[in-house]
């Protein structure tokens, strides 16, 4: 299968997307977010600074970046396809990825852009909460998308919390942030031919459907 690279606003649910896509097809998603909120809980000096970086809403360093998504491409899962979300955050990064691609041989596969208004957003953001064990996601806010129990998980039973940068103060940072820095990225997967939008101010399944005609173009 093609690799799949979402991008889109914070609480958009390229995370939700991603998941729904692992489940059916089987294919690992990388997330650089969750993989830098398991580094915060580590008891060191790296995982201090992540910790502070994520509940800022600012971004982390490249050089910690970039290891990790090297690390994780560089596993034999990859081979036969991933779903990347989170990463590239920049243009900066989207051209070291392009790099890193080509070393290991990989194609970009398809970049879907999810595309949603602000109002939606802020409204998400602080009903969003999530499984500290599986990393499903959840809204409160969403009677669609609502855990049976609250704060527990419907998939696995563990319990839901509330992420450090899921408040309107970080969420305007970070919204900034993906205005400035994200969104020029678009132009890049543009000119490579490689980028489908979706409407993201749908329902889940709705918006899976679309994400489905465009992997199975
Ligand atoms: P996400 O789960 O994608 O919303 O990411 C949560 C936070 O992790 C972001 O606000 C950043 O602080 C950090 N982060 C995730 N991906 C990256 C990246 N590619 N570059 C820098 N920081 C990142």
């Known amino acids: 299968m093609e690799n799949i690279m979402f ?15 692992t489940e059916k097809y089987h294919i690992p998603h990388i997330s650089t977010g ?3 909120r398991d580094i915060a809980k580590e008891d060191s000096e790296v995982g201090q600074y992540v910790f502070e970086t994520l509940a ?8 910690i970046t970039y290891k990790l998504i090297q690390e994780r491409l560089n596993k034999s899962d990859c081979k036969n396809g991933y779903i990347i979300d989170g990463f590239p955050r920049t243009l900066e990064q989207a051209i070291e990825y392009d790099k890193i691609l080509k070393n290991l041989n990989y194609k970009v596969g398809k970049v879907i852009l999810i595309d949603i208004d602000e109002k939606i957003l802020e ?23 609502s855990p049976e129990i609250e704060s527990v998980c419907d998939n696995c039973g563990g319990k839901l ?6 408040n309107l103060e970080a969420f305007q940072r970070r ?6 820095k994200t969104k020029p990225i678009i132009d890049h ?29």
């Open 189 to 217: 997967y543009k000119n490579q031919n490689v980028l489908y939008t979706v409407d993201g101010n749908n329902s889940v399944e709705k918006v899976f459907e679309q994400v489905e005609k465009i992997i199975n173009k």
């Open 175 to 180: 919204y900034s942030t993906y205005l400035e």
């Open 123 to 145: 409204k998400r953001i602080t009903g969003r909460r999530v499984c500290e064990n599986c990393n499903s996601i959840f809204n409160i806010n969403d009677p669609e998308n």
């Open 7 to 21: 991008i889109a606003p914070p609480a958009a649910g390229k995370g939700t997307q991603a998941e729904l896509l």
């Open 161 to 166: 919390y509330q992420r450090k940068d899921d």
């Open 56 to 63: 800022s809403g600012n971004l982390v360093k490249d050089e």
């Open 34 to 36: 969750d993989i830098l």
